[in-house]
């Protein structure tokens, strides 16, 4: 099954292309053939060879993900992907973390789609299908992985190459041909994130989505069909930005929870690529729906429906051709495709121009009046306007790395850098373009209700604007009475965002009483704003609380911003910060089936890295999982530091920041994130000590002493209760005549009491002594159980201290970041509000025969 499982994957991949050919040609067949029964003859063979099209690419994800989770090591993708101890959850992550799996899921959500549009829509099922396939061609293309005999040239790259193929030049394999891995290189450890299982998904499937209305849009054009293309594509059209833009939304929550630049969005180029067409795809629902409304923008909307969907195409290109090299930080690197990104690009492009250039005298307007300032037409389209405005700033920007590209290939050498501070060089663009969404979408819902003059439009908007400004001067008056700092940038921006949630609020309160289904644009505005709030308050008004005020410096090399924002703490004592006080606990370990952390000191970590015994019982919540002495499976790549904060006004909470210490990418924080209503605080490890330093102990001392006794150690009083014979030692076995001897020590600390428990070991048929030391982190303190005189009934240990632990920590509070995850969803709810309510529209046409 092994062996031939990658064959069958890849025969199914050989298969799924001819077929996308086969189905291309067929449905084409059927769109352009005047005879009734051969277009009907075409298209039942189309669908038939779409169908086959469709099990073979069923059978590649399933081939592919079999590899994977039964850890078939000689496959190079389950290799570079995945390992023995990876998390389930996270197995089905391994699928898309590569760019062959990457390209597959979106050829399985097309797949999906295509079998959608077949059965909802004959009318347009043949021409829309033709260009479906089309793409679909191409991206079958990109997992080809074909070498043509004579011309030494590579289409696509197989998920089923074995590992002696790739890598068939390494020692090993000239030793044994037939060598499998015994484990494989693992997950990336910032994917290892529930929001990585779904977010891929969801981002692919609004790539794959954006070509449905992209496809109505040239179909239209194809048959001179101008107009009727909007009405099928545009509920397709809200389906693909609401699946995008969740998408998106659900990257930047993974990059909070799982990255340590302190945000949600980092203007990162790989994020930019699906920010722009996006807003594109936002700004083209808005042309369809002046066309729909007043027959007016349809070579608008052609255009912007053309450009999301090869806009979608080239960020494919930018994060998979390794053009943006160290540019961004989480493009995959190049696997020789950038050739034939290009060409599918450049040929869609062409496909794309050839039909709107031909038929642009024929997507005119029948109206071309002037359009009023008092219309809804000159709103929306100003709003168009300023969403592509924003979407070009960032494209062109993102795009230097290919100018550079581009230039090198014609000779020129050019070294444009992409600016330094790429937050602010993007921010100080957008966040106009902000003011401007909220201004015309406060003031553009009143003209679709009714007609409009400047008379009644001051009566439409004065109520309003009056309680806008008025609150908005209260708070900032407020503001400054704090103290705090603000600019006319972001009083313009508070007051726009608020001015656009009370206008919306006033046009749902009118509306809904009618039809609630119309209420759809008012609850998405409504959305946008209150994530303008959002964005303002937490990204604005961020402010680093762990500010060092001690005067010690961390590390010269790590410059001023670290010695100054982080603060240190040490094991086991409170420290102040800002309005509360911090202590650090110590490290934990996730444990498999275990629902919290366990802590490191109860566990004897063993050979295995994954496995580890239990030096005592190990509960949760009053629910025993593991007794002392069971073998626990552990991740121990990820170490959860735990922090214990108290507010200044009583109330306790703990965070885990999780970090890991990788061996090519070094420090991997993560922060621990306590939600409050009215803010988050956001906190992570800056630095910990470098887990492959040894510590340094003191010089030995030495105490012989009887249970009662008290001694001084590291100033705590330490107490020997009592020293009992046991027949149980955690990870070693003990034959019948061995004798194992444990001492309880008692340490007397300012706030709790710890024990520390050393061990002295006779193996009498070995003739030998030995000892295990028991060492507590939270003191610094080492015991040895060294010798026992039976005669005076005295014992001997060994003390040794060192340096408590500590980790340095970063901690920011993030004020009113839940407004931008309500206005999330807001948005969400408008916007599915909206495609249910043009997919209804749409269907009642087609049910009659008017589609």
Known sequence: MRAYLGDLGHLCVIISFIFSILATISFGKAT??????????????????????????????????????????????AWSHSS?????????????????????????????????????????????????????????????GIVIPGLDFKIGSS????????????????????????????????????????????????????????????????QGRYKEWIRPAFPWALFAATTLGIGILMGGYWAYETLNFGGYWNWDPVENAVYVPWLVMVAAIHTMLIFKNSNKSLQASVILITAQFILILYSTFLTRSGVLGNSSVHSFTDLGLSGQLLLFLFALIIV???????????????????????????????????????????????????????????????????????????????????????????????????????????EEISIPAIITLLVSSALICLTMMNKIDITPTYILLFTTALFSVISNISIFIKIVKNNYKLTGGAIAHIGVALMLFGILFSSGYSKVISLNTTGLIYSKEAGNDFNRDNILLWRNEWKEMNDYKLKFIGPRLEAKDYPGYIKKEHLILLDDKYKALAKKTIEHEGKKYFDKGDTIEIYPENTYYEVLI???????????????????????????????????????????????????????????????????????????????????????PLAQEDAAVMAHFHVLDREKNHSIHPIYIIKVKEGLAGQIPDVNEDLGIKISFLNIDPTKEVFTFAVNTTQKDYIILKAIEKPF?????????????????????????????????TE
């Open 32 to 77: 352009v053939s005047i005879d009734a029964l051969k277009k009907d003859s075409w298209l039942r063979f189309a669908r038939g060879i779409f169908f086959i099209h469709s099990l073979a690419v069923f059978g590649i994800v399933a081939a592919l993900f079999t590899i994977i989770s039964q850890h078939y090591y000689e496959y190079h993708y």
């Open 84 to 144: 023995n101890n990876l998390p389930s959850e996270y197995m089905i992550s391994c699928f898309w973390e590569g760019q062959e799996g990457s390209f597959l899921l979106w050829t399985f959500w097309n797949v999906l789609l295509g079998l959608i549009l077949i059965k909802v829509n004959k009318t347009w099922e043949a021409p829309v299908m033709t260009i479906f396939c089309l793409v679909q061609l191409f991206l079958c293309s990109m997992i080809l």
């Open 159 to 222: 998920p089923f190459i074995l590992l002696k193929d790739y890598m068939g030049d390494i020692p090993v394999y000239q030793i044994n041909p037939n060598f499998i891995p015994e484990d494989g290189t693992g997950l990336n450890p910032l994917l290892q994130n529930y929001w990585m299982v779904i977010h891929p998904p969801t981002l692919f499937l609004g790539f794959a989505a954006t070509l449905v209305p992209f496809a109505y849009c040239m179909a239209g054009l194809w």
């Open 352 to 458: 794309a121009v050839i039909f709107i250039i031909v038929r642009w005298k024929n997507l005119k307007g029948e109206d071309s009046e002037e359009v009023s300032v008092y219309s809804r037409e000159f709103w929306i389209f100003i709003g168009v306007v300023v969403f592509c405005l924003a979407a070009f700033q960032v494209l062109y920007t993102t795009s230097i790395p290919v100018y550079n590209k581009l230039l090198g290939w014609i000779g020129i050498e050019s070294n444009i850098a992409p600016p330094a501070d790429q937050i602010e060089h993007y921010s100080k663009f957008q966040i106009w373009a902000g003011i401007l969404i909220a201004l015309i979408s406060a003031i553009g819902q009143f003209f679709w209700w009714k007609k409009m003059d400047s008379k009644k439009l001051w």
């Open 646 to 732: 108290a507010k200044a006004g009583g109330d306790t909470f703990t965070i885990y920041p999780r970090a890991q210490v990788n061996p090519t990418m070094g420090l991997l924080a993560s922060p621990g994130i306590e939600h409050f209503y009215d803010k988050d605080l956001y906190a992570h490890v800056s630095s910990i000590p470098s887990p492959q330093e040894e510590k340094e102990w003191s010089p030995t001392e030495e105490y012989t002493i009887k249970p009662g006794d008290t001694v001084f150690i590291n100033d705590y009083v330490t107490i020997l209760n009592e020293v009992e014979r046991v027949n149980y030692v955690p990870g070693m």
């Open 817 to 849: 970041i839940n407004i931008l995850w309500i206005g999330t969803l807001v948005l969400v709810a408008g916007m599915l509000l909206a495609m249910i309510r043009r997919y209804q529209e749409f269907a009642k046409m087609r049910d009659k025969n």
